[in-house]
């Protein structure tokens, strides 16, 4: 094989007649593609927005992107289940844009769950203002995470950005942990935008209902109602879970318009290790010319394959990158731009590159394993065949008991559907701690926060009795004794992480996996070790 099929159609028979990865391949299935369907949005985009889309290549909205943005315009709560690459991102980019252009005052957060994902939507959003002529302060977005300067965080404070974008981590102890600091950007506050809404699901969701909870309660109190833009894949509970986690109700548009080109399903029973099988399956898709996604289960895995994919083949090596949280900012930085710049041909990736980041048109996807649900089966899938290219995802299975399982019946796999999403907003351990957060912030009031007072009465009753909470004789609030509780407090549920640093230079090379340690996180710890004891992980 020298060039890929325009289709696929040849490379997929070409594999079938492999004369190693042949007999491997159990089940070959083509899922059907749909065509655009277009909607139409009343009043039109301002014609500036309009001409900047079409220079992208958007003539015309399709029809969840109009209904969503006809809702998100109406003020309401919207949630949009479509599928990955499906232009989700417009619909709250653009009401956004559109306030910019008319000179309202509105202002925006964008909560991301990763910081890869803001930096990513950052340079979108910039662009589209760009070409909107949308230029200064008034159109700019700012990230302000854990990576911002602290030079640049106060600038941000004073200067209102049109948009904020941040993660759930920053928002619960650097943002809403300082109202007094940011009482004038809660005051514009207009939309508070959740991507990728089906990752706020256990205990990490949990923890989010009862942030989302804190802030709102902020904005009302200096005047303001932002109301929620969520989007998330596609979830067999979606509004429900919306509902679940927010406490609101939402205007669902859960049918895609955006056209798909097929897609091409291989399910593989390796004949020894599904290591071997892998690797030769990525070296034949990349010879072919396919670009490739390899998703592993485990870091671990992911390090190993690059190594020996280098040990085989060196020059095919240089045209593939490893990826996985650990590595620094601007290490996944600089891949995420070499593989949406085409530069690179292939990487090899945890769960890292699972979720919307834009890296660039690939072709296939290579699943080491059931990824563990359907959903993240499909967001997987979903990151290759864009640009209206069909596309191709190979499963290869490993020996448990449920990959094997599907192998045998593959209409389970390929016909299931996914996974219900799971949030306890009631958690007690987790609903006691922020509590104590919100008392620090403002102190509950038995008038205005009536509500959240009744619906947890048994825990403010045993943190009065504990000393964490004290009322007040004058008014009857309640306040707390604490100093920054929102600093013992992890959303994710993990404990401390450690920053590997080369012994010889001092340089930060890495930073290791959290271990769970329940609700708190420890100080973190810097960790010295030398360079080459890790050289077999980091190649």
């Not at 619960?172 to 109202?179: C, E, F, Q």
């Not at 109700?249 to 091409?264: I, N």
């Not at 013992?488 to 769970?516: N, W």
Request: proline fraction near 6%.
């Amino acid at each position: 094989m020298t060039a890929l099929a325009a289709d696929l159609v040849g490379l997929v028979e070409a594999l079938r007649t492999h004369s190693r990865l042949g007999p491997q391949i159990l089940h070959s299935a083509y899922l059907e593609g749909q065509e655009a369907r277009f909607g139409e949005l009343s009043p039109p985009l301002p014609a500036a927005l309009a001409q900047a889309l079409a220079r992208q290549g958007v003539s015309r909205l399709w029809r969840h992107q109009a209904e969503g943005l006809a809702a998100a315009r109406r003020g309401e709560d919207v949630l949009v289940t479509t599928p990955t690459a499906s232009g989700k991102s417009l619909i709250f980019q653009l009401p956004v844009l559109e306030e910019a252009l008319a000179g309202g005052p509105g202002r925006a957060l964008f909560l991301f769950p990763l910081k890869a994902l803001g930096q990513d939507q950052r340079g979108k959003f910039q662009a589209l203002a760009a070409a909107a002529g949308l230029t200064g302060w008034e159109a700019e977005c700012a990230i302000y995470d854990g990576d911002t300067p602290r030079e640049e965080r106060q600038g941000i404070r004073e200067r209102l950005p049109r948009v904020l974008i941040t993660n759930p981590d920053m928002l619960h102890a650097g943002i809403i942990a300082n109202p007094e600091l940011w009482a004038p950007w809660l005051a514009a506050l207009r939309w508070i935008v959740l991507d990728e809404l089906h990752t706020y699901r256990g205990i990490f969701g949990s923890h989010f209902h009862h942030v989302l909870t804190r802030l709102l309660r902020l904005a009302r109190a200096v005047g303001s109602e932002p109301s929620l833009v969520a989007s998330s894949a596609t979830a067999a509970n979606a509004p429900e879970f919306a509902r679940a986690l927010t406490g609101r109700a939402f205007h669902w548009v859960g049918e895609s318009g955006a056209p798909r080109e097929g897609r091409h399903f291989l399910l593989l029973r390796p004949e020894a290790s599904p290591y071997s099988t892998t690797l030769l399956l990525l070296e034949t898709l990349l010879a072919s010319g396919a670009k490739t996604i390899v998703f592993t289960k485990a870091r671990r895995i992911t390090e190993l394959l690059y190594s020996w994919l280098r040990g085989q083949n060196r020059e095919l090596a240089r045209r593939v990158a490893s990826y996985r949280s650990g590595f620094l900012p601007e290490e996944r930085r600089a891949i995420e731009a070499r593989l949406a710049s085409g530069e690179l041909d292939g990487v090899i990736s945890t769960s890292a590159l699972e979720m919307g980041i834009d890296i660039g048109g690939l072709d296939a996807c290579i699943l080491v394993g059931f990824p563990g649900s359907m959903m993240a089966t499909w967001q997987r899938s979903g990151r290759v065949g864009r640009a209206e290219r069909e596309s191709l995802t190979a499963l290869v299975a490993l020996p448990d008991a449920l990959d094997q399982y599907f192998l045998d019946h593959p209409e389970q796999l390929l016909g299931r559907p996914c996974e219900p999403l799971i949030v306890d907003p009631e958690n007690e351990p987790v609903a006691r701690a922020h509590l104590v957060c919100g008392a620090a912030e403002k102190p509950w009031s038995p008038v205005e926060d009536r509500p959240v007072l009744e619906r947890f009465a048994p825990l403010f009753g045993d943190l009065l009795a504990e000393g964490k909470l004290l009322r007040s004789e004058a008014t009857g609030e309640l306040s707390t004794p604490a100093r920054r509780p929102q600093r013992e407090i992890g959303l994710r549920g993990t404990g401390a992480s450690y920053v590997i640093v080369d012994g010889r230079t001092s340089r930060s090379i890495g930073r290791s996996p959290p271990r769970h340690r329940g609700l708190l996180h420890s100080p973190q710890r810097m960790v010295h070790r030398n360079i080459r004891s890790f050289s077999r992980f980091r190649g």
